[in-house]
Structures are given as C-alpha cells and as structure tokens.
C-alpha cells in the first residue's frame, strides 16, 4: 500500500465509526469478557436454544405421559369414583378387586382374548419379519428385469390406506372359506409393504456387497448367505422389523372386527370394545373393567420392548466395532 492510500484509509479526526464497524467491536468485546471469564463463545445463545429444546421436549413428554397416567389412576377406582372424583388423581384404590373382576367376568374370557392376542401378534410378526427380510434382501442385492418396478409397487402399496383392504380381503377369504377362522387373521399380517421397504433400508447399510461376493467364492450357496451371514448381520434391523409388526398386529381392530364373529376368537382390543359397548345394551356399566383390561392390556407390549432392548444394544455395540 502506497503512502496516500494509508493516509486516504486513516478516518479523520471525529468521522463516526461505521454501525457495522461498532457492532463487530461490541460483539468482540462481549466474546473476550465470556472468555475471559472462562465461558464458552457462543454459550448465550447456546443456553437459549438448550432451553427451548427441553422445552419442547418436556411438553412432548407431557402430552405423551398424561395420557398414560389417566389410564393409571382409572384403572384403580371402582365406578362411582369414575364418576364423581378427579380424573388425574387417586380416589379409593379398588385395583386389585377390578383385575379379580376382569379375569372373572363372562368365565374368564379375558385370557382368551389374551391367548389370542398372543398368537396373532406373535405368528404373525415372526413371518413377517422372515418375509420382510428375504424380500428386503432381494430387492437390495439382486439384479432381476423388473427390480425398479418391484420397488415402487412396494412403496406405492404401503402408501394406500390399511382399511381400504379389508373389503376385498374379507371377499377373498369368504370365497376360500376362510372367515371366521385364525387364517383370516394371520395370513393378512404376513405381509407388510413397510417392513420390506424397511428390511432393504436396513441391508443397504449393514450389509456389504464384498462380504456376501466373498462368500458366494468360497462356495456358499445363497440360503447359506442369507441364513449365516445376512441374518447375523441383521439383528438390529429384524428386531426392529419384528418389533413394529408385533405392536401393529396387537392393536389391529378393524380386521379382526370384520374377519371374526364368535367371542372366543377375538382379540383384546375387540374384545374390550365390545365390553364397552355393552354398557349400552344393559343396565350394567363395564367402564372399570374396560379401563383396567386396557391397562393390562399394555403390560405384555412393555415386558416385550423391555425384553427387546438388547438386541437393539447388540447391534449398537457391534456396529461401533466395525
């Protein structure tokens, strides 16, 4: 730089600062004194979006629990404490003498819709994780005419509402003699467009093309592959694929209500509804015990996620050792 730019560049005596000018030299001065002081740069503004994120996720937390807790705090009153005390807290606990009831009532029926439940959400989810990940890996590691066809249909068909199906499922079923038996139940939930998409997403990341090349020249044939090699690898992703379709299946409604016609054979959730809406029907009120059977309904859902958590670790643990 030349002389007379130097001096053309030096402001003159009492010319103002440029705002932008001041504003930097004040927010400089703000981040020294932080610093100085042994704070973080940028720990104000941090504290105010920390803040607002606990926020957040404390209302979150709350419209997801108060739900929860009502069901709680119902489930021990008996029906005049329905009625006539405060819906969010305790009244005279009769918890035990409701449960003694729900397992009672109508000859303990309560346990076959339990039973039921069991059977329909387990046999069903079992096969269709077995399903979802022999597709899943299909569509992710084979080159076949028609794989970009095949994936869309997938897609597509996930995206189309579950309820639509019911009719043209029950018309089936009513040709091939299959209403009102367990077929008409389990064979729809062996199949889940969401848990194949799913199943390939899940392969596409865990599951390298040069360990499955190695094994097929080693002389691996590829039941072989996908039963000692892809399905190890897949923990994660079939307790997961497992998990969701487990839960769906429990609270299926609609397809049990329009398949099922003898009470013997219903699920809980079908099973309670109609408790509820026999109230209606009599003069007796089931509301205690529709209450506490949807409480009990929730504990086998909790011991199988809880029971499910190390598989989910598992795959955590060994991916963070590759």
Known sequence: MTLSEQITAVPEPGAPEPAGSRRRTRADRREARRAHEGMPVGAGRSRVSNGLVLLALGLFTLYSVTPVWWLLVSATKDQRDLLYSNGLWFADFNLADNIEQVFTYNDGIFFRWLLNSLLYAGVGALVCTLIALSAGYALSRFQFPGRGAALGAVIGSFLIPYAMLTLPLYLLFARLGLVNTVWAVLIPSFISPFSVYLAKVYVDGAVPEELIEAARLDGAGE????????????????????????????????????????????????????????????????????????????????????????????????????
């Not at 509804?273 to 949807?294: F, H, M, P, Q």
């Open 223 to 322: 039941l072989r592959i996908f039963f000692q090699i892809v399905m190890r690898m897949m923990t994660t992703g079939g307790a997961t694929v497992f998990l969701l379709a487990f839960v769906q299946n429990w609270n299926q409604f609609f397809l049990p209500l329009t398949m099922l016609r003898g009470e013997e054979q219903w699920t809980l959730s079908l099973g309670l509804y109609a408790w509820n809406a026999k109230r209606d029907e009599a003069e007796i009120d089931l509301s205690a015990l529709v209450l506490t059977g949807s409480l009990l309904s929730i504990v086998p859902l909790a011991v199988f996620m809880v029971a499910m958590q190390r598989y989910w670790r598992a795959g955590v643990t060994l991916g963070s050792l590759k």
